[in-house]
């Protein structure tokens, strides 16, 4: 579990096709602090950690399946993307995000980008099936990220990015067509499901 607040900001160093996607990502965390087998979300995909590294940076390798490819936005890394990195939540942890499992739903496309002041508000479309779990004031993962929702227009809602997060996370550099790893709230799914069969 994961709660959405980014703690850095991961560098793809290396992809290699096997028989899954094999990663390595450069990091500023502590490889000694890492286990084999830890989960990292990486832009927002739980990943598992596989090997570990110090040189020429820390780093750490993933295996990322067929299946997660095609189901995320993994499929456009190439070396030298930035990624959204955080570390599985311990117990005890502050929780200043919304809770996040790291499973993306889908893929949303950012269909605007407008400055307002010195925050950015980013306009996304949910991709079909999901726009019902999204609400004003809740809360989604986009790339890893605890948001709070500003508006909804039918599968259209929109995000505002207050300076700091633009600068401690990749939201400082997107642009209208851009693809990003969704997760709807788990809440919004139970009670979904609640009203479905309840």
């Known amino acids: 579990m994961f709660t959405g607040i980014i703690t850095d900001i991961g560098t793809v160093l290396e992809l290699?096709?096997?028989?899954?996607?094999r990663a390595r990502i450069g990091t500023a965390y502590d490889v000694d602090g890492i286990d084999l087998g830890a989960s990292i979300a990486?832009?927002?995909?739980?990943?598992t950690v596989i090997a570990l590294g110090r040189e020429p940076q820390n780093w750490f390798d993933v295996e990322i399946s067929a299946e997660t490819v095609g189901a995320t936005n993994v499929g456009e890394w190439e070396q030298g993307s930035l990624l959204n990195l955080e570390r599985?939540?311990?117990?005890?942890d502050e929780l200043g995000g919304h809770i996040v499992?790291?499973?993306?739903d889908g893929v949303a496309e950012i269909v605007g980008v407008r400055d307002e002041g010195d925050s950015t508000r980013v306009t996304f479309r949910a991709p079909d099936g999901f726009a019902k779990f999204i609400a004003p004031k809740g809360s989604v993962a986009l790339n890893g990220t605890s948001l709070t929702v500003n508006e909804v227009d039918g599968a259209d809602f929109g995000i505002n990015f207050i300076p700091h997060t633009?600068?401690?996370?990749?939201?400082?550099?997107?642009?209208?067509g851009d693809r990003i790893n969704l997760e709807i709230d788990t809440m919004a799914r139970y009670v979904a499901r609640?009203?479905?069969?309840?």
Do not use: F, I, N
């Not at 990486?42 to 990943?47: E, P, Y």
């Not at 609640?194 to 309840?198: D, I, K, P, S, V």
């Open 194 to 198: 609640l009203r479905e069969y309840g």
């Open 88 to 92: 599985a939540l311990k117990v005890g």
């Open 42 to 47: 990486c832009d927002g995909v739980c990943l």
């Open 101 to 104: 499992s790291g499973h993306v």
């Open 166 to 176: 633009k600068a401690e996370t990749t939201w400082g550099d997107v642009a209208e």
């Open 16 to 21: 290699e096709q096997r028989g899954d996607l």
